[in-house]
């Protein structure tokens, strides 16, 4: 088996002149027989091909890989893998997968959900879990709208919007997730898009590999319910790369400024990556047990 390296525990490419080589995955070993019930032409179908591909490129085995959800159309994402999966209560993935990473902090453990799980009900969470900045990967399928119990107006849906519960249209600003998390301190933060299937794969594999709190927020598109303009076609005629723009993904202000077109810019790519991560909080907690130990 390949050595895990030091950080966020995957294999790179400098272990392969240490260690034995072995088997490689790919996308087809982390794709389970059960077959996705999300509706024709779901974005989120394009988010799973994408997880598959990243899983397969960092090279963790499925069964080194915990996939933790909380409830939605979106979460029911780890049923469609082979890793371990774990459907937590509505908001509640990020406080099992921080104690699923301190009880195996050997496993590289992804979070999934939907804008609602992440920005309402489970709102509270998200900054906890940055600030406590364990090595996990939360990826959030936004879709503005909460698809499963049929078009509700969601944290994420754009002022004016009219959905099953805002027929005169939304009074509400939006929730801006990228500003959210850039806000309390994530040291990787990123947007994709299933138009970009390839731009997608190598962000997740990017966030997998940064050795702390990494946060995706993915534009997966609700075809039932969502809005004509959030749709896969229109993605591609809107959708800017970061990297083409120029953007320094080291420089945090910048990245804020970027952030701030949530709602009029569909911006692609890395928004911020923390040169410099700090310790995470289970790398400290077992270093201070040593020492006390000691």
């Keep these: 088996m390949t050595?895990?390296?030091?950080?966020?525990?995957?294999?790179?490419?400098?272990?392969?002149?240490?260690?034995?080589?072995a088997p490689a995955l790919t996308p087809k070993d982390f794709k389970s027989t059960l077959k996705p019930i999300w509706c024709p032409g779901c974005g989120d179908y394009g988010v799973v091909t994408a997880i598959y591909r990243a899983l397969a490129a960092v090279g963790r085995p499925p069964h080194e890989v915990a996939f933790i959800s909380g409830i939605g159309c979106s979460s029911r994402i780890p049923g469609y893998t082979t890793a371990y999966g774990f459907n937590t209560v509505h908001g509640r993935a990020l406080p099992v997968a921080q104690g699923i990473k301190m009880a195996r902090p050997d496993l590289l453990v992804l979070c999934a959900g939907g804008d609602g799980d992440g920005?309402?009900?489970?709102?509270?969470?998200?900054?906890?879990?940055?600030?406590?900045?364990l090595?996990?990967?939360?990826?959030?399928?936004?879709n503005h709208i909460y698809g499963l119990t049929k078009g509700q107006?969601?944290?994420?849906?754009?002022?004016?919007?009219?959905?099953s519960s805002s027929t005169y249209g939304s009074i509400e600003d939006p929730v801006n997730p990228l500003l959210y998390c850039l806000a309390y301190g994530a040291g990787f933060v990123a947007q994709g898009v299933p138009a970009d299937l390839d731009g997608l794969t190598k962000m997740i594999e990017a966030g997998i590999?940064?050795?702390?709190f990494a946060f995706i927020n993915?534009?997966?598109?609700?075809?039932?319910?969502?809005?004509?303009?959030?749709?896969?076609?229109?993605?591609k005629t809107r959708m800017k790369n970061l990297v083409t723009l120029g953007h320094d993904r080291t420089n945090r202000l910048r990245a804020m400024e970027l952030a701030q077109d949530y709602t009029t810019e569909l911006y692609t790519g890395v928004f911020y990556q923390n040169p410099n991560p700090p310790e995470?909080?289970?790398?400290?907690?077992?270093?201070?047990?040593?020492?006390?130990?000691?």
């Design 135 to 142: 090595d996990l990967t939360y990826i959030v399928m936004d």
């Design 218 to 235: 993915i534009q997966s598109p609700c075809v039932t319910y969502g809005d004509p303009e959030d749709q896969v076609k229109v993605q």
């Design 119 to 133: 920005f309402s009900i489970g709102g509270g969470h998200v900054p906890h879990a940055i600030r406590r900045n």
């Design 3 to 21: 050595t895990p390296s030091a950080g966020c525990g995957c294999p790179q490419p400098s272990d392969a002149q240490t260690t034995p080589a």
């Design 153 to 163: 107006l969601s944290p994420t849906t754009k002022r004016g919007a009219k959905t």
């Design 209 to 212: 590999r940064y050795p702390g």
């Design 280 to 294: 995470t909080y289970d790398t400290y907690i077992r270093n201070r047990q040593q020492e006390l130990a000691g």
